[in-house]
Each structure stands twice: as C-alpha cells, then as structure tokens.
C-alpha cells in the first residue's frame, strides 16, 4: 500500500503546479480507493507539517486552509485512485515539500488532522522562487 506524491518543481512567483497522489493497487488493505478521504500537508524549512487540503471521497467537498483559499483546488479521479492538487498564483511563502495522505473516510472527523490520516505519500518538492 502506498501513496505516490509527484508534480513538484521550481515555478516562478505567480505561476501554477499541479500536484498529484497516486494510490498503488485498487485498494489499501480491504478498503477501495473511494473509502478515503485524501489530504495534502506541507512542510517548509524549518517549520512544522502544515494542513493545506483535503477532499472528500467523491470530491463532493473540498477543504482549504485559509492561507491557499481561492488559489488552490483539490480534485480527484477515483477510477485512476488519484487526487490533484492544482496550485495557482504560488508565492515563495508556498515553498516546501508537499505531503498526500489518506484516511478512511469515518476516521477523519477533523480533515486538518495529520495524526487521522493512515497511509502517507513520500511527498515533492514545491520551490517557488521570488
């Protein structure tokens, strides 16, 4: 079982990356791919592991930290067991390594939760230069 983050890079001030999170096999263990909420944290130099969104099973709700509200946008395609993450209008405040995780869906009462979250991505780098 595991969680595959990719699309990281270097963009320049105001411009836009999209992230994916790739589940391997159909299913974690006996749950499918759909039973899971999916959320991306971030982890910049010298600062703790941040919430910056989660997405709900079937995309219905999508979930943002105040800080990439409005510019950034969580979609997924269960039939591929992948979530994206399109980042738009970065800034170098946005640099860091970007983190996917997921949890079953009736276990992340509190999406901005890492300590719900089961199975973790290795995650990408995200530089967003001035």
């Known amino acids: 079982v595991q969680l595959q983050a990719s699309g990281g890079g270097l963009v320049q001030a105001g411009g836009s990356l999209r992230l994916s999170c790739t589940a391997s096999?159909?299913?974690?263990?006996?749950?499918?791919?759909?039973?899971?909420?999916v959320g991306w944290f971030r982890q910049a130099p010298g600062k703790e592991r941040e919430f910056v969104s989660a997405?709900?099973?079937?995309?219905?709700?999508?979930y943002y930290a105040d800080s990439v509200k409005g510019r950034f946008t969580a979609s997924r395609d269960n039939a591929k067991n992948t979530v994206y993450l399109q980042m738009n209008s970065l800034k170098p405040e946005d640099t860091a390594v970007y983190y996917c995780?997921?949890?079953?869906?009736?276990?992340?009462?509190?999406?901005?939760?890492?300590?719900?979250?089961?199975?973790w991505g290795q995650g990408t780098q995200v530089t967003v230069s001035s």
């Open positions: 096999g159909r299913t974690f263990g006996t749950y499918p791919f759909t039973e899971y909420t």
């Open positions: 995780a997921a949890g079953l869906v009736h276990t992340i009462v509190v999406v901005s939760s890492q300590r719900l979250y089961d199975y």
């Open positions: 997405i709900s099973w079937n995309g219905g709700s999508t």
